[in-house]
Protein backbone atom coordinates (compact mmCIF):
# COMPACT_ATOMS: atom_id res chain seq x y z
CA UNK A 1 0.00 0.00 0.00
CA UNK A 2 1.36 3.16 -1.15
CA UNK A 3 1.76 5.78 2.31
CA UNK A 4 2.95 9.31 1.72
CA UNK A 5 4.79 11.17 5.02
CA UNK A 6 5.58 15.03 5.08
CA UNK A 7 7.04 16.49 8.12
CA UNK A 8 7.24 18.83 9.82
CA UNK A 9 2.87 18.81 9.61
CA UNK A 10 3.50 22.65 11.04
CA UNK A 11 6.33 25.31 10.46
CA UNK A 12 6.47 28.62 12.17
CA UNK A 13 9.18 30.55 10.92
CA UNK A 14 10.69 34.14 10.44
CA UNK A 15 11.04 36.09 7.00
CA UNK A 16 14.51 35.81 5.67
CA UNK A 17 15.12 32.25 6.86
CA UNK A 18 15.93 29.33 4.64
CA UNK A 19 13.43 26.19 5.16
CA UNK A 20 13.07 22.44 4.20
CA UNK A 21 9.68 20.35 3.59
CA UNK A 22 10.03 16.22 3.76
CA UNK A 23 8.12 13.83 1.72
CA UNK A 24 8.78 10.20 2.21
CA UNK A 25 6.64 7.77 0.18
CA UNK A 26 6.82 3.94 0.75
CA UNK A 27 6.86 2.27 -2.36
CA UNK A 28 8.55 2.74 -5.49
CA UNK A 29 6.87 5.64 -7.81
CA UNK A 30 7.23 7.00 -10.76
CA UNK A 31 6.54 10.52 -10.04
CA UNK A 32 5.93 13.07 -7.67
CA UNK A 33 4.07 16.49 -6.90
CA UNK A 34 3.75 19.13 -4.98
CA UNK A 35 0.52 21.54 -4.48
CA UNK A 36 0.17 24.34 -2.42
CA UNK A 37 -3.31 25.57 -0.62
CA UNK A 38 -4.62 28.94 0.68
CA UNK A 39 -6.97 28.97 4.07
CA UNK A 40 -10.75 27.62 2.15
CA UNK A 41 -8.97 27.33 -1.46
CA UNK A 42 -8.09 24.57 -3.94
CA UNK A 43 -4.99 23.19 -4.44
CA UNK A 44 -2.65 25.21 -6.79
CA UNK A 45 0.18 23.31 -8.55
CA UNK A 46 3.81 23.81 -8.18
CA UNK A 47 5.96 21.18 -8.97
CA UNK A 48 5.88 17.58 -11.06
CA UNK A 49 8.91 15.56 -10.55
CA UNK A 50 8.94 12.58 -12.83
CA UNK A 51 12.35 11.28 -12.58
CA UNK A 52 15.32 10.46 -10.08
CA UNK A 53 17.36 13.52 -9.14
CA UNK A 54 14.89 15.92 -11.08
CA UNK A 55 15.19 19.53 -9.70
CA UNK A 56 12.33 22.10 -10.37
CA UNK A 57 12.70 25.56 -8.52
CA UNK A 58 10.06 28.64 -9.13
CA UNK A 59 11.12 31.87 -7.41
CA UNK A 60 11.89 31.20 -3.50
CA UNK A 61 11.01 27.82 -3.51
CA UNK A 62 13.53 24.77 -4.90
CA UNK A 63 11.88 20.47 -5.68
CA UNK A 64 13.95 17.54 -5.53
CA UNK A 65 13.16 14.39 -5.95
CA UNK A 66 15.31 11.35 -4.88
CA UNK A 67 13.07 7.42 -5.87
CA UNK A 68 16.31 5.44 -4.56
CA UNK A 69 15.48 6.93 -1.07
CA UNK A 70 12.19 7.29 -1.43
CA UNK A 71 12.28 11.30 -0.43
CA UNK A 72 11.30 14.61 -2.27
CA UNK A 73 12.25 17.65 -0.53
CA UNK A 74 10.76 21.36 -1.05
CA UNK A 75 13.14 23.85 -0.27
CA UNK A 76 12.43 27.43 0.92
CA UNK A 77 14.77 30.08 0.25
CA UNK A 78 14.43 33.69 2.26
CA UNK A 79 10.67 32.98 3.22
CA UNK A 80 8.47 35.88 2.70
CA UNK A 81 4.63 36.46 4.25
CA UNK A 82 2.93 35.35 0.83
CA UNK A 83 4.62 31.89 1.03
CA UNK A 84 2.25 31.28 4.19
CA UNK A 85 0.24 28.32 2.71
CA UNK A 86 -0.44 24.38 3.38
CA UNK A 87 2.16 22.73 1.12
CA UNK A 88 1.46 19.23 -0.05
CA UNK A 89 3.49 16.39 -1.68
CA UNK A 90 1.07 13.71 -3.51
CA UNK A 91 2.88 10.80 -5.19
CA UNK A 92 1.86 8.68 -8.02
CA UNK A 93 1.94 4.67 -8.78
CA UNK A 94 -0.15 3.15 -11.58
CA UNK A 95 -3.13 5.35 -11.73
CA UNK A 96 -3.84 6.35 -8.11
CA UNK A 97 -2.23 9.78 -6.89
CA UNK A 98 -2.11 9.47 -3.06
CA UNK A 99 -1.58 12.65 -1.06
CA UNK A 100 0.34 13.58 2.04
CA UNK A 101 -1.37 15.65 5.14
CA UNK A 102 0.34 18.62 4.26
CA UNK A 103 2.88 20.99 5.81
CA UNK A 104 0.65 24.02 7.41
CA UNK A 105 3.68 27.04 6.82
CA UNK A 106 3.15 30.03 8.71
CA UNK A 107 5.75 32.62 7.77
CA UNK A 108 6.13 35.56 10.63
CA UNK A 109 6.82 39.12 9.62
CA UNK B 1 -10.99 29.27 -20.74
CA UNK B 2 -9.91 25.84 -20.19
CA UNK B 3 -10.26 24.45 -17.06
CA UNK B 4 -12.71 22.28 -14.45
CA UNK B 5 -16.03 23.95 -12.86
CA UNK B 6 -17.29 22.15 -9.82
CA UNK B 7 -21.03 23.09 -8.74
CA UNK B 8 -22.75 23.64 -6.41
CA UNK B 9 -19.67 25.43 -4.37
CA UNK B 10 -21.38 25.42 -0.86
CA UNK B 11 -24.47 22.59 -0.41
CA UNK B 12 -26.52 21.99 2.97
CA UNK B 13 -28.38 18.48 3.13
CA UNK B 14 -30.14 16.73 5.59
CA UNK B 15 -28.99 13.55 6.96
CA UNK B 16 -30.23 10.59 5.16
CA UNK B 17 -30.49 12.37 1.84
CA UNK B 18 -28.54 11.94 -1.17
CA UNK B 19 -26.72 14.47 -2.82
CA UNK B 20 -24.97 14.67 -6.30
CA UNK B 21 -21.83 16.78 -6.95
CA UNK B 22 -21.10 17.77 -10.12
CA UNK B 23 -17.97 18.02 -12.06
CA UNK B 24 -16.94 19.30 -15.78
CA UNK B 25 -14.03 19.52 -17.30
CA UNK B 26 -12.98 21.10 -20.81
CA UNK B 27 -9.60 20.09 -21.16
CA UNK B 28 -9.87 16.83 -22.70
CA UNK B 29 -8.47 15.10 -20.29
CA UNK B 30 -9.05 11.62 -19.73
CA UNK B 31 -8.59 10.97 -16.15
CA UNK B 32 -10.80 12.42 -13.56
CA UNK B 33 -10.42 11.97 -9.80
CA UNK B 34 -12.49 12.66 -6.46
CA UNK B 35 -10.98 13.72 -3.13
CA UNK B 36 -12.24 14.37 0.34
CA UNK B 37 -10.78 17.21 2.46
CA UNK B 38 -11.84 17.25 6.05
CA UNK B 39 -10.37 20.34 8.55
CA UNK B 40 -6.72 20.53 8.62
CA UNK B 41 -6.04 17.23 6.67
CA UNK B 42 -4.73 16.07 4.08
CA UNK B 43 -6.62 14.61 0.79
CA UNK B 44 -8.17 11.37 0.45
CA UNK B 45 -8.82 9.43 -2.44
CA UNK B 46 -13.07 8.67 -3.00
CA UNK B 47 -12.90 7.50 -6.54
CA UNK B 48 -10.77 7.78 -10.04
CA UNK B 49 -11.72 7.05 -13.56
CA UNK B 50 -8.95 6.95 -16.65
CA UNK B 51 -11.36 6.36 -19.32
CA UNK B 52 -14.99 6.96 -20.05
CA UNK B 53 -17.58 4.17 -19.10
CA UNK B 54 -14.95 2.84 -16.37
CA UNK B 55 -13.64 3.48 -12.59
CA UNK B 56 -11.68 2.66 -9.89
CA UNK B 57 -12.18 2.39 -6.09
CA UNK B 58 -9.84 4.68 -4.18
CA UNK B 59 -9.15 4.47 -0.26
CA UNK B 60 -12.41 5.85 1.05
CA UNK B 61 -15.08 4.84 -1.30
CA UNK B 62 -17.68 3.30 0.75
CA UNK B 63 -20.73 5.26 0.69
CA UNK B 64 -20.28 7.26 -2.67
CA UNK B 65 -20.94 6.46 -6.01
CA UNK B 66 -19.98 7.87 -9.78
CA UNK B 67 -20.23 7.79 -13.23
CA UNK B 68 -17.80 8.81 -16.11
CA UNK B 69 -20.50 8.78 -19.20
CA UNK B 70 -18.92 10.97 -20.91
CA UNK B 71 -15.47 12.48 -20.80
CA UNK B 72 -16.30 15.71 -19.82
CA UNK B 73 -18.13 14.84 -17.09
CA UNK B 74 -17.15 12.70 -13.70
CA UNK B 75 -20.42 13.49 -10.91
CA UNK B 76 -20.27 12.13 -7.76
CA UNK B 77 -23.38 11.14 -5.39
CA UNK B 78 -23.14 11.12 -1.74
CA UNK B 79 -25.42 8.44 -0.52
CA UNK B 80 -27.35 8.09 2.88
CA UNK B 81 -24.54 5.43 3.83
CA UNK B 82 -21.64 8.12 4.00
CA UNK B 83 -21.65 7.90 7.62
CA UNK B 84 -19.95 11.36 8.17
CA UNK B 85 -20.54 13.21 4.59
CA UNK B 86 -19.30 16.89 5.91
CA UNK B 87 -16.23 17.87 4.04
CA UNK B 88 -14.65 19.70 1.45
CA UNK B 89 -14.65 17.65 -2.20
CA UNK B 90 -12.38 18.31 -4.49
CA UNK B 91 -12.60 17.18 -8.33
CA UNK B 92 -9.50 16.41 -10.35
CA UNK B 93 -8.36 16.16 -13.73
CA UNK B 94 -5.04 15.09 -15.61
CA UNK B 95 -3.89 14.45 -18.92
CA UNK B 96 -2.53 11.25 -18.50
CA UNK B 97 -0.80 9.13 -15.62
CA UNK B 98 2.07 11.60 -15.47
CA UNK B 99 0.58 14.98 -16.10
CA UNK B 100 -0.02 17.24 -13.10
CA UNK B 101 -3.79 17.38 -11.64
CA UNK B 102 -5.42 20.18 -12.60
CA UNK B 103 -8.14 20.53 -9.46
CA UNK B 104 -11.92 22.44 -9.71
CA UNK B 105 -12.42 25.51 -6.87
CA UNK B 106 -14.16 22.56 -4.35
CA UNK B 107 -17.84 21.61 -3.24
CA UNK B 108 -17.91 22.41 0.69
CA UNK B 109 -20.70 20.03 1.84
CA UNK B 110 -22.35 20.23 5.28
CA UNK B 111 -24.92 17.87 6.61
CA UNK B 112 -27.29 19.19 9.22
Known amino acids: ELKVEQNPLFLSMQEGKNYTIYCNYS?????LYWYRQDPGKSLESLFVLLSNGAVKQEGRLMASLDTKARLSTLHITAAVHDLSATYFCAVGRDDKIIFGKGTRLHILP | DGGITQSPKYLFRKEGQNVTLSCEQNLNHDAMYWYRQDPGQGLRLIYYSQIVNDFQKGDIAEGYSVSREKKESFPLTVTSAQKNPTAFYLC???????????FGEGSRLTVL
Open chain 1, 27 to 31: TTSDR
Open chain 2, 92 to 102: ASSEGLSGELF
